[in-house]
């Protein structure tokens, strides 16, 4: 694949992102069986149960996202500094050591699923916090793996042109990095060990990785439409200062059930009222720098509207970078705000509202521009000046885009039916529990939840025949 | 036996769909209104388009209004989402002073 790349940090780049690619089919192959195994319970019992398959469905999801955000640092790292990466043959050694960790843990939790439930369990076979299961081993494996990565990061930062984006990225993976440490130690008591635990997921989710999608947009924006550098990294900055302003603290809307103090209440209530706005500016920054720069195009001389040349010199990229700014304020913004003040969470809490407002908001935050830095992976690989649509772009856009929808708006009606049945008719008791369980909404939400599954994974592969066959497309001009 | 404790709601049972309607156009028209700011300003819409931007910024603080009073939230929320509301207000004037700032020093 990487014919035309002679940048080594780029080449590493590849490997990040082919792997991500991979596990991020198993993530939807899972996610299928799991969603299959709510429709008809006995589908692979006692051979792949459900809360392995779920297991392996969110996890995977993480560690996709993760190899792709390691790929997408390497893939920008010699734009924006200048130079190669500093110690880069490190770095492919901790790919290796990294990818295969990933398989001898995802092996564990097939063939081997559950342990004595003692500290042999905690150490090889699963840790049991939900989206980082790792075991122990694994752990301190891929704490090694991303201090190498940072180290990689700094260096090169630090020996080469240091860009807002590489700073903000260099704070950012410092964090990142360090707040993994929060998911690594047990305390007897639940309330303090998923109190810490939260450090991890939330600090990640709505505020580290948050920030890192605001640098990948950056570095998008002035790769595919040549905005300008200096407004692209104010925005950043000013991201930056608000996701961190609302995000850190926005951490209180997971502390209203789990035995914290009540004051969690209104600190969880303001920043999570405030959680949306950098969203929206995130969202208002690509619609900006698209208009400005499409605007600049039109002002020099190409004055038609109709044929007006395109600034977008990639245009599957910039079609996930736009579903980026739009999923991120519908999946993050509003399916979060729905249920983030602790008045409604009490009844939404743990129903089927989180499987909807997770689903879309990692789709719509996430996946969406790593798939873009896969493709902008993609031209460079294959010394593509312009990449255009394919059949296979657009129907792997469309699939997936609507399949997560469709998902998204099925587990909202199944958590509607939750709260109404389950929790505010009948109380939050366990008969409640199988009660609303049991309703007819219930159930035809969740078989639609499944159809869409497929009309996801279907997708996906399409996205990987469009990823396989761009070198070899003439479409595409070079 | 002890029976199982029961917590009954304090929200009623007809309100759920308007909490989770409104609450979803606060955003909804919210991201109208910066839209709307934001376009007319890198001249992609109309000058006269203006006005129906701040109309959806009214609508998303009667939604947050609404969505709050259906909530019974206390006194420390409503004060919340009112900061919330004018924080959106202000959010694109802020930005793209900046930003225009930004664009200035470098363009000219």
């Known amino acids: 694949m990487a014919n035309n790349i002679t940048s080594e940090s780029k080449q590493l780049a590849t490997w990040y ?74 770095g492919k050694l901790l790919f290796w050591i990294f ?22 369990t905690i150490w090889f076979i699963n840790e049991g916090r939900e989206y980082i299961e790792a075991p122990r081993w694994a752990d301190f494996g891929i704490v090694v ?19 807002g984006i590489v700073t903000v990225l260099m704070a950012d993976m410092i964090a990142f990095s360090g707040l993994y440490l929060c998911g690594m130690f047990f305390t007897d008591n639940i309330s303090m060990d998923q109190y810490w635990w939260w450090w991890v997921i939330h600090l990640w989710v709505e505020a580290t990785w948050e920030v890192f999608v605001g640098a990948l947009a950056a570095y998008g924006l002035i790769t595919i439409i040549g905005a300008h550098r200096k407004v692209v990294e104010m925005w950043l900055w000013i991201e930056v200062a608000m996701l961190f302003g609302s995000g850190i603290l926005g951490l209180g809307h997971h502390y209203f059930w789990i035995g914290t103090p009540e004051y969690w209440w209104e600190i969880g209530a303001l920043f999570s009222a405030l959680e949306p706005l950098p969203l929206v500016a995130m969202f208002i920054h690509v619609l900006y720098d698209w208009g400005k720069t499409q605007g600049q195009e039109m002002g020099e001389g190409h004055i038609d509207e109709d044929h007006v040349k395109s600034v977008v010199t990639n245009k599957p990229a910039f079609t996930w970078f736009v579903l980026n700014a739009f999923g991120n304020f519908l999946g993050a913004g509003i399916w979060g705000f729905f249920h983030t003040l602790p008045q409604v969470n009490l009844y939404t809490h743990g129903t089927q509202f989180t499987s909807a407002h997770g689903h879309l908001a990692f789709f719509g935050a996430y996946a969406t521009i790593l798939l873009g830095m896969m493709y902008l992976a993609i031209q460079g690989s294959n010394g593509i000046k312009v990449l255009k649509h394919t059949k296979a772009s657009i129907w792997a856009v469309s699939l997936i885009t609507s399949g997560v929808v469709g998902m998204t708006v099925a587990l909202t009606i199944a ?64 | 036996m002890i029976d199982p404790v029961i917590i009954r709601p304090e929200i009623a049972l007809d309100d759920f769909l308007p909490i989770f309607v409104s609450s979803a156009f606060v955003l909804i028209f919210g991201g109208f209104y910066v839209g709307i700011y934001t376009a007319v300003k890198v001249n992609l819409l109309k000058k ?36 919330a509301a004018f924080g959106l207000l202000l959010l694109p004037h802020a930005v793209y002073y900046m930003q225009d700032n930004v664009h200035e020093e470098n363009e000219h």
């Open chain 1, 17 to 90: 992102f082919t792997f991500a690619a991979i596990i991020f089919g198993a993530q939807l192959l899972f996610g299928l069986v799991a969603a299959i195994q709510y429709v008809m319970p006995g589908f692979l019992f006692e051979i792949i149960d459900f809360s392995v398959a779920r297991m392996i469905h969110i996890n995977a999801l993480v560690v996709w996202m993760v190899f792709a955000m390691f790929g997408s640092v390497y893939w920008l790292l010699p734009d924006e500094t200048g130079i190669e990466t500093v110690g880069i043959k490190l």
């Open chain 1, 99 to 120: 990818a295969a960790a990933i398989v001898v843990v995802v092996l564990v939790y097939l063939l081997v699923q559950v342990g004595p439930a003692d500290e042999t």
């Open chain 1, 145 to 163: 793996v991303a201090l190498g990565f940072v180290a990689n990061l700094f260096l090169t930062g630090m020996k080469g042109q240091r860009s």
């Open chain 1, 415 to 478: 958590g509607y039916v939750q709260v109404l049945v389950s929790r505010a008719q009948m109380g939050a008791t366990w008969a409640a529990y199988f009660d609303g369980q049991s309703g007819m909404w219930f159930a035809q939400a969740m078989d639609w939840r499944l159809v869409m599954g497929a009309v996801t994974f279907l997708g996906f592969l399409f996205l990987i025949k469009d990823f396989l066959s761009t070198g070899k497309n003439p479409v595409h001009e070079r």
């Open chain 2, 48 to 83: 006269w388009t203006m006005p129906i931007g701040y109309f959806f910024w009214v609508l998303t603080a009667y939604c947050l209004y609404i969505m709050g009073n259906l909530m019974h939230v206390g006194e420390f929320t409503a004060k919340a989402l009112v900061v």
